[in-house]
């Protein structure tokens, strides 16, 4: 049996840290869904405006 677990952050250092898979939603929709390492490195203009929006993204490894 595998469980699945949701959590909901704005905190984006631990949802890097801590997640599998990352869910960007925009306007109220599913509009990417990512690894980690793919979220850091996505080429769409809204995700890396949403990425760069925290002044320091500590130490990640994806």
Known sequence: MSKS???VTQDINFALKSSDQIAY???GRLTHFFTPDKLLNSPDE???NFIGS????????A
């Open 5 to 7: 677990v949701l959590i």
């Open 25 to 27: 939603l925009s306007d």
């Open 46 to 48: 809204k995700v890396k």
């Open 54 to 61: 925290f002044k320091e993204i500590s130490n990640v490894t």
